[in-house]
């Protein structure tokens, strides 16, 4: 098969799984959750193995790149176009709920202050 051409920034992956997790309520520790994860996904008409959820989550050793298919089958799954659609969201939201943070806490600043 032909190597993957694509480019992800550095923590994508990470983020995809952190909202994996949170999207599915299963944490991932071992290869066992994965294969729940993965079957949570097979449930609404998606497929992805439990060994791809495993290497993206750095429980098997890999020197390559995941394929596209498998990171756009995760993000379809969490509600997403493809994975470039989440990286965007992914980042706007977090920035946005940055943004609100920061708000609040000068808010509670000068509330103190005051």
Known sequence: MPKPRYQLKSDTIKNLLQALQDET???????SDAIQIAHLVHSTGLHI?????????????????PYLYNVNTLAHFLGYRDVFD???????????????????????????QG
Request: proline share 2%; net charge positive.
């Open 86 to 112: 989440f990286e965007k969201r992914w980042l706007n939201g977090n920035e946005q709920l940055n943004q609100q943070a920061l708000h609040e806490s000068l808010s509670w600043v000068a509330f103190e």
């Open 49 to 65: 193995s439990p060994h791809t959820i495993s290497r993206l989550a750095g429980f098997f050793a890999s020197n390559t790149k």
């Open 25 to 31: 309520g299963v944490k991932l520790f071992a290869h």
